[in-house]
């Protein structure tokens, strides 16, 4: 249950960048004893996705650690939960025509989840999660 929460948590997170500074202002919800601990972000095989901007690894890594640390550094549970984050692949849109061609951005991770006390992952498997941009005012004609 705690890991479905996690992943959520984080999904909301990574999705919720075009209002993410009103999110930011809310107070914290919640998140049973989670405190982080810490946060790894690679890109070893990072995959740009066709009609895309450019972006190097590098970039993502910074992006993807900063908002990692921006929105999980504020839960002050009694435990320490650690995260590691390899960046997949992404499609960052380019400019677009209005209900003819609107492309939208979208981040794909990897996520495990460490257990600090039990020492060891928390699932066998990474989660893979895929973000995809919401749809807003300032995005009706695409994010480019």
């Known amino acids: 249950m705690f890991r479905l929460l996690l992943c959520l948590a984080l999904v909301l997170g990574l999705t919720a ?3 993410g500074a ?8 919640p998140l049973g004893d989670f405190k982080l601990g810490h946060a ?5 095989n990072i995959v740009q ?9 590098d970039d993502w890594i910074a992006g993807v650690d900063a908002a990692l640390e921006q929105r999980f550094r504020r839960y002050e549970g009694d435990k320490f939960y650690h995260l590691g ?5 992404f499609v960052l849109a380019v400019p677009g025509v209005p209900l003819v061609f609107n492309p939208k951005s ?6 495990t989840v ?3 006390a039990a020492g060891g992952k928390m699932h066998d498997e990474p989660e893979q999660i895929t973000a995809l941009e919401a749809v807003s005012a ?4 695409g994010s480019g």
């Open 17 to 19: 960048c075009a209002d």
């Open 22 to 29: 009103r999110q930011l202002r809310k107070p914290v919800e």
């Open 40 to 44: 790894i972000v690679v890109a070893p």
């Open 49 to 57: 996705g066709p009609a895309s901007r450019d972006a190097t690894a």
């Open 85 to 89: 984050v390899s960046v997949e692949g």
């Open 106 to 111: 979208v981040l794909i991770v990897k996520v």
């Open 114 to 116: 460490f257990d600090d």
């Open 138 to 141: 300032q995005t009706i004609v």
